[in-house]
């Protein structure tokens, strides 16, 4: 089964800092997706960014990208330029090739510091 | 276009009773996710449905289970209600059975059984 791994239970940022967000996975497959999405005080889970596996460069969504590794299966979430709004709490996912259902990671809550 | 929509937000139930969430995905989305979301577990992947049936089941006992309407909304049940059923409860929809862009997720139904 695929497992996914987010070592940082809490981390914070200054304001207009950058911050990286850790996350490992393990599978036996190819070709799969990743997602990181955002789950804020409101509860109402978002997507901010996702990636195809078989593409080698990094995906970026304005002030967010990341670092994908496939050979380490390391998959994190840089945020530039931080800001209030992005307190949140991240989850990083697996998803088959195939869809169906997410592999979701434990989650870190990040705090934004004015 | 509306998003996810689950009711009720909330929900206190006894133990030993039964429940009842609906979930109604964006318009036009056929296949609707369910998750259950713990402090201890995180999230984990309940069952998918699209086109009325059942495509895949996570590692759930027999007493969670669901269904799927023609119009797409989803029910899902737990019965005989356990202490540890405590969570919230997230529903996500996509177009397509199997989509590997995106699940839209509702801001889910937070369940207490006392």
């Known amino acids: 089964a695929q497992t996914v791994t987010q070592s940082q239970p809490e981390m914070s940022v200054q304001e207009a800092e950058t911050v990286t967000l850790s996350c490992t996975y393990d599978?036996?497959?190819?070709?799969?997706?990743l997602f990181w999405y955002k789950q804020p005080p409101s509860r109402q889970m978002i997507l901010v960014i996702r990636?195809?596996?078989?593409?080698?460069q990094n995906a970026t969504e304005n002030r967010f990208s990341v670092n994908f590794q496939k050979a380490a299966k390391s998959f994190s979430l840089k945020i530039s330029d931080s800001q209030l709004g992005d307190a949140a709490m991240y989850f990083c996912a697996y998803l088959r090739n195939t869809g169906n259902q997410f592999y979701f990671g434990t989650g870190t809550s990040l705090t934004v510091i004015p | 276009k509306a998003g996810v929509t689950q009711t009720p937000r909330y929900l206190i139930k006894t133990r030993g009773q039964q429940v009842t969430l609906s979930c109604s995905p964006i318009s036009g989305h056929r296949s609707v996710s369910w998750y259950q979301q713990t402090p201890g577990q995180g999230l984990q992947f309940l069952f998918e449905y699209f086109s009325e049936t059942q495509r895949n089941k996570g590692n759930f006992p027999g007493r969670f289970s669901g269904r799927q309407f023609s119009n797409s909304r989803s029910e899902m049940n737990v019965s005989t209600l356990e202490l540890g059923d405590s969570a919230l409860y997230l529903c996500?929809?996509?177009?397509?059975?199997?989509?590997?862009?995106?699940?839209?997720f509702g801001p889910g139904t937070r369940l207490t059984v006392t």
């Open positions: 996500a929809s996509s177009p397509l059975a199997g989509d590997t862009y995106e699940q839209y």
């Open positions: 599978t036996s497959e190819s070709d799969y997706y």
């Open positions: 990636q195809e596996a078989y593409k080698q």
